[in-house]
């Protein structure tokens, strides 16, 4: 099976990021007391560590569920205009580099594939993009 | 009784709000012609309520307590949730209402079934369901059943559980004692594998080959082929999202008219919109 399943449910760090992101005053302690935060939701020295470090790798490895890992530096970076220039995708081009290459040159190479009721009359009309009301 | 009167699927990336434009310019315009007709076709169709699935991504339950499906049963929706506001580019909320009676009976009937339903009364919204709503229902006047699913926190269901779990909403929903005109909604997908090694990986193969099997319409073939394993492969963690498709699957019959895919790296998933053409009643 893949990557997702080597996550340890069981970690404090996994229960701790389910919290954080709800509430806006966890989200404050994370930017000023990091080490408080982690000492009262239990992590580890190891987990901590790697939680600091914003060690992309290592808290893989140990087994922090995959989509916590971004989330965990957007704590950090900022969740806004999250593209592949981000701080946060910078992270993983340096802890996995050969696959973040591989999919960056895949992607001079895809094409799209268009459905033909899209197609009508050779032309597809281009619409704007949704207002909410 | 009930009726469903449409089924379609789509990608709920947060990218498709929060980054749009940084992907290519062709794949922007072809986002917006697919999803202005799906649009098209949800309305043409007149549904009076939405029944939408799609992952929870550890947004509403903790990695401790992750039910397999969860029914959104509050009279009103509001979205995102304050920590996706900044990441999908969502200055303001939106709201949508519920269909608390239809989400209760499911609840209920689904108890009856067998069918453990986790429920919330205040259900939080993250890409899963914000993102198709932007596109489908950007004024919110569809009342909304949002089911949210596990598909990411092992273990992950199987695309064959997630068929047979389609079956029973599809059923129940059709022996609703309301008159009420259902649209059954997907979304997630297609390959992508978000915080893992290959977060920026898009798996074309894979999901050109799901969308053909989609459109060829064989449900014993999509599967007997489309197992967990190979999604896992195709994007751990992530293509699994097309189980919430395998669920809607069952609410069809044969082919699904495929509007558009986009290999998009630039938004870190596959992108696809389908929409079948026949509905089981």
């Known amino acids: 099976m893949g990557n997702v399943e080597r996550c340890d449910k069981t970690l404090a760090l996994n229960e701790m990021i389910f919290y954080v992101r709800r509430d806006a005053r966890l989200r404050e302690r994370w930017k000023t007391d990091l080490a408080g935060l982690a000492k009262e939701f239990g992590l580890s020295t190891a987990e901590y560590e790697a939680l600091r470090d914003q060690d992309v790798r290592r808290l893989n490895e140990m087994g922090i569920h995959q989509y916590y890992i971004p989330q965990i530096l957007r704590l950090f970076h900022g969740a806004g205009a999250n593209a592949n220039t981000s701080a946060v995708i910078d992270a993983y081009r340096r802890a996995f580099p050969a696959e973040t290459a591989q999919a960056e040159e895949a992607a001079k190479h895809g094409s799209v594939l268009v459905g033909r009721s899209l197609e009508k009359d050779g032309e597809r009309a281009t619409p704007s993009r949704p207002e909410r009301r | ?281």
């Open chain 2, 1 to 281: 009784m009930a009726r469903i009167v449409a089924a379609m699927a789509m990608t709920h990336g947060p990218g498709l709000t929060g980054w749009f434009d940084a992907a290519p310019k062709e794949y922007q315009e072809l986002t917006l012609a697919a999803t202005a007709e799906m649009r098209r076709r949800l309305e043409a169709a007149r549904p009076d309520v939405i029944v939408a699935f799609s992952n929870d991504h550890l947004l509403n339950w903790p990695i401790n307590n992750t039910p397999e499906y969860t029914v959104g049963i509050g009279d009103t929706h509001v979205g995102p949730a304050d920590w996706y506001d900044e990441w999908l580019a969502m200055a303001t909320k939106y709201r949508i209402p519920g269909h608390p009676a239809l989400a209760k009976y499911l609840v209920s009937e689904g108890a009856r079934r067998r069918l453990a339903l986790a429920y919330l009364r205040q259900m939080q919204f993250d890409d899963g369901f914000s993102v198709p709503m932007h596109y489908l229902n950007p004024a919110g006047h569809i009342p909304l059943v949002p089911v949210a699913m596990n598909c990411t926190v092992p273990p992950i269901p199987t695309p064959a559980r997630a068929y047979e779990v389609g079956g029973l909403f599809r059923d129940m929903l059709r022996q609703w004692s309301g008159p009420e005109r259902i649209a059954i909604l997907a979304t997630g997908g297609l390959s992508h594998e978000p915080g893992g090694p290959r977060y920026l990986y898009v798996d074309e193969e894979f999901d050109r080959w799901f969308l053909e099997l989609l459109a060829k319409g064989d449900h014993a073939a999509i599967l007997r082929e489309v197992t967990l394993e190979r999604m896992e492969a195709a994007g751990s963690g992530g293509t699994a999202e097309l189980l919430a498709w395998m669920a809607a699957l069952a609410f069809t019959t044969g082919p699904a008219d495929v509007l558009a895919y986009m290999p998009a790296v630039a938004w870190r998933t596959g992108t696809g919109m389908v929409v079948w053409n026949d509905v089981e009643n």
